[in-house]
């Protein structure tokens, strides 16, 4: 149990364009939802922490209105990267947790985004 | 910004050798979770140790926590080709953190059959 999908598992798009990652929790509600970034060779990067219905709480630097984050439901939610730049290729990693064990989090398989 | 630091960043060993990957923090914490990342992959989580605990098994891995030298240590023994991996700790701070993860730098651990 508590699996977590995302999807496309990677996306090659040209600068100027938007892309939409989405992250699924497939046997469980997920209470909240956090999105990564990590660059190769290094670790992840807590960018944005999500609860459905509720805005994104953005950590320190990441910039909301190009990171776009929807929580619609207890087991989806999406990352928008807006006018991507060839700076914005980095793995996309999300994770989820769920209300009865609230100390571990669930990884996403990860979405490889290139920017040309 | 990363609290935690790992060494090594790399670890070299033949199949059967112990594995032995350390991890420092720098603020308090509630628990303390190692997890493993095949490459391009996500996140597998391993084992979390909570603070008021030293020491916890689960299978061939054994974690130490020692909360006074804000220092945690991944032990794999009789280490597999199979355990070729990206290892990270991970600490879940205070109560205002909520359930936020601050990941260390990882150790690239190589297993030679």
């Known amino acids: 149990g508590a699996v977590v999908s995302q999807h496309p598992s990677w996306v090659i798009c040209k600068s100027g364009t938007s892309v939409k990652i989405e992250c699924r929790s497939l046997d469980f509600q997920a209470t909240t939802m956090f999105w990564y970034r990590q660059f190769p060779k290094q670790s992840l990067m807590l960018m944005a922490t999500s609860n459905e219905g509720s805005k994104a709480t953005y950590e320190q630097g990441v910039e909301k209105d190009k990171f776009l984050i929807n929580h619609a439901s207890l087991t989806l939610s999406t990352l928008t990267v807006t006018s991507a730049h060839p700076e914005d290729s980095s793995f996309y990693i999300c994770s989820a947790t769920r209300w009865a064990v609230m100390d571990t989090q669930y990884f996403g398989p990860g979405t490889r985004l290139t920017v040309l | 910004s990363q609290q935690g630091e790992e060494d090594p960043q790399a670890l070299s060993i033949q199949e059967g050798e112990n594995a032995t990957m350390n991890c420092s923090y720098k603020?308090?914490?509630?628990?303390l979770q190692w997890y493993r990342q095949n490459s391009g992959r996500g996140l597998v989580h391993l084992i979390l140790i909570r603070s008021n605990e030293r020491e916890k098994h689960s299978g061939r891995l054994r974690v130490t926590l020692d909360t006074s030298k804000k220092s945690s240590s991944l032990l794999i023994t009789a280490s597999r080709a199979a355990d070729t991996a990206s290892y990270f700790c991970?600490?879940?701070?205070?109560?205002?953190?909520?359930?936020?993860?601050?990941f260390g730098e990882g150790t690239q651990l190589t297993v030679n059959p």
């Open positions: 991970a600490t879940d701070g205070d109560e205002t953190s909520g359930s936020r993860l601050t």
């Open positions: 603020t308090s914490i509630n628990n």
